[in-house]
């Protein structure tokens, strides 16, 4: 491996190639029409990655992946940005980095066998069950409660804003199976096909439109105590540890999503023309651009920092957090500047960055607030 920062070297560019072209024909075509209809053709797209070997690029190979490292992974999650459309990235993430990694981590060879090997295949989709009506980012406070019923839990609550709900095989579900707070909280598998279990509405959003927020109900749900991840009630430290990789794939997502509006933007620059002269010609503009430029290569260092935090297994905590925050924040203001950039074009929905600006809204919401990153950085910081 070269000893330059990030270390991609030929590999990594190949599968970024071979993951862009796929992304260019078969998802970017479609992206105003998912989004229009609010929902894609998960189930054979994400069936057709499973066939490019890219839905478990980070996995061990004993448990259905590839077994290759976190910087092939940033590639693939870095061209997705490609379908120029946030609800379809995000519906292929949840699955790859949202719903799986953890039963990579802690699960059992029988539960690897019947959930994670299937969904290396592109067989079964996951989900995360964890914000509820009640609760978002107090997850101590979930109130969806697995009592024991002899070698079964029974399950009894409702989640809220669940991706990928609407039609998820299973979902890695929070429920509590002890006393209040995080000490109380545990991580089961969840197949969908469960009696009792229903999806309510989906909800309308802002952006994201082409995959469902969907609204989750459990009633006296029945399903088998070996269906526990990992420890009972170690949960809430669980649901942290793969909060990590949830939220560096949104900071990869977002910093490529700005990469490609800002470039949409200088083309857009060089051929419209205002007061005789092509906009991007005028000094405030190129000093804004500028600007964004410079912050977005340090957004791509930050999250590389992280991304190498997460290859050495070292605590990312800190890493990640800032990533996040960084990239969240930032997009709110490249975005806001490239829709401006475009005048009255940047208000209709034959241009990409309409929809680029709905779609990354969440970004500093989904996944921890920003607020919630600061407090992370200042615990994690001494302060």
Not at 33 to 52: F, H
Not at 143 to 171: L, M, P, Q, S
Not at 172 to 199: M, N
Not at 362 to 369: F, K, N, V
């Amino acid at each position: 491996m070269t000893t330059s920062f990030p270390p991609f070297e030929s590999e990594h560019e190949l599968l970024r190639k071979t993951v862009r072209e796929w992304v260019t024909r078969e998802l970017y075509p479609h992206r105003k029409e998912w989004d229009d209809a609010g929902e894609w053709p998960a189930r054979e797209m994400i069936k057709q990655l499973a066939g490019m070997g890219c839905l478990g690029i980070r996995y061990p190979v004993e448990d259905g992946g590839q077994g290759l490292d976190w910087w092939f992974h940033t590639a693939f999650v870095e061209e997705l940005a490609h379908a120029r459309n946030g609800g379809v990235v995000m519906s292929i993430l949840v699955h790859t980095d949202i719903s799986t990694p953890i039963i990579s981590e802690i699960g059992t060879p029988e539960q690897k066998e019947e959930f994670l090997k299937p969904a290396m295949r592109g067989e079964l989709i996951g989900s995360l069950g964890v914000t509820e009506p009640n609760c978002g980012s107090d997850v101590a406070a979930i109130e969806t409660t697995a009592r024991i019923d002899g070698g079964d839990y029974v399950i009894n609550g409702a989640k809220t804003y669940i991706t990928n709900g609407a039609f998820a095989d299973f979902v890695v579900l929070a429920v509590r199976t002890g006393e209040q707070g995080h000490a109380g909280i545990s991580l089961v598998l969840f197949p969908t096909k469960t009696k009792g279990f229903s999806v309510g509405k989906k909800l309308d959003k802002l952006g994201t439109r082409a995959v469902d927020s969907s609204l989750l109900h459990f009633d006296e749900c029945r399903i088998p105590r070996r269906n526990l991840l990992g420890v009972e009630n170690a949960g809430f430290l669980y649901i942290m540890q793969n909060f990590q990789g949830e939220r560096l794939v949104g900071a990869l997502m977002a910093t490529s999503a700005m990469e490609l509006s800002i470039q949409d933007a200088l083309e857009y620059g060089r051929t419209r023309k205002a007061f005789k002269r092509p906009i991007g010609s005028f000094q405030v503009w190129r000093h804004k651009f500028a600007e964004h430029l410079t912050a977005l290569q340090a957004a791509k260092l930050l999250n590389y920092a992280a991304v190498a935090r997460m290859e050495t297994k070292e605590d990312p905590t800190l890493q990640v957090s800032m990533a996040k925050l960084f990239a969240g924040d930032l997009a709110q203001k490249v975005l806001y500047d490239c829709q401006q950039f475009h005048g009255g074009n940047g208000f209709m929905e034959e241009y990409d960055i309409v929809r680029t600006c709905r779609d990354l809204r969440l970004m500093p919401i989904g996944g921890g607030t920003s607020e919630i990153m600061k407090e992370i950085i200042g615990k994690w910081s001494g302060m």
